[in-house]
T-cell receptor, first 117, second 114 residues
Framework: AQSVTQPDIHITVSEGASLELRCNYS??????LFWYVQSPGQGLQLLLK??????LVQGIKGFEAEFKRSQSSFNLRKPSVHWSDAAEYFC???????????????FGKGTKLSVKP | DAGVIQSPRHEVTEMGQEVTLRCKPI?????LFWYRQTMMRGLELLIY????????DSGMPEDRFSAKMPNASFSTLKIQPSEPRDSAVYFC????????????FGNGTRLTVT
């Protein structure tokens, strides 16, 4: 069965520091991978997605993520964190056929990011 | 584009009462999803629809939960009777055909059952 693991429940970084949020997935084939962000009291918003091709994908708000098949990872990065990035971040995996009878989007438990001034 | 609209934003009810959560998806989206978010279990898919037809309801926890989509612009999630363990934030999301299209989430309904 598919699964998504975000090993860090809570991370605190200083404003201006770099950020890397970890995501590991378990899936037999090449999955569709996503990162979403949730601000307090809000729904989730898509940051970026990977389907195929270039393993380094760019997203909104200066975020990027790299798909590493050998490590079953899809870590999210940002070179310089801003205070407004404080939120909860969710990694998700979808399978081909998603939307049909076979698939749905599996979310990790999330990583809460706090930013120190 | 108004986004996905959920109502109410907050609902407090007593155990045993019926609760109805409402969702208006983004116009033109043909997929609609209901998720539940709790601290313990994270974000769980309850059910999703394609063109108003339920495709997968395996995430619906038990018979007390039911969901309908009578037309392309409206869906409801009903809990009858409600129990304290149903307390959670319930999200509705819509999209064009996934996975090529991202999910667009509403702001959620925070349900508290006392």
């Amino acid at each position: 069965a598919q699964s998504v693991t975000q090993p860090d429940i809570h991370i605190t970084v200083s404003e201006g520091a770099s950020l890397e949020l970890r995501c590991n997935y378990s899936y037999g084939a090449t999955p569709y991978l996503f990162w979403y962000v949730q601000s307090p009291g809000q729904g989730l918003q898509l940051l970026l997605k990977y389907f195929s091709g270039d393993t380094l994908v760019q997203g909104i708000k200066g975020f990027e993520a790299e798909f590493k098949r050998s490590q079953s990872s899809f870590n999210l990065r940002k070179p310089s964190v801003h205070w407004s990035d404080a939120a909860e971040y969710f990694c998700a995996v979808g399978e081909k056929g998603y939307g049909g009878s076979q698939g749905n989007l599996i979310f990790g438990k999330g990583t809460k990011l706090s930013v120190k001034p | 584009d108004a986004g996905v609209i959920q109502s109410p934003r907050h609902e407090v009810t007593e155990m045993g009462q019926e609760v109805t959560l409402r969702c208006k998806p983004i116009s033109g989206h043909d997929y609609l999803f209901w998720y539940r978010q709790t601290m313990m279990r994270g974000l769980e898919l309850l059910i999703y629809f394609n063109n108003n037809v339920p495709i997968d309801d395996s995430g619906m926890p038990e018979d007390r939960f039911s969901a309908k989509m009578p037309n392309a612009s409206f869906s409801t999630l009903k809990i009858q009777p409600s129990e304290p363990r149903d307390s959670a934030v319930y999200f509705c999301a819509s999209s064009f055909r996934p996975p090529g299209s991202p999910l667009h989430f509403g702001n959620g309904t925070r349900l508290t059952v006392t």
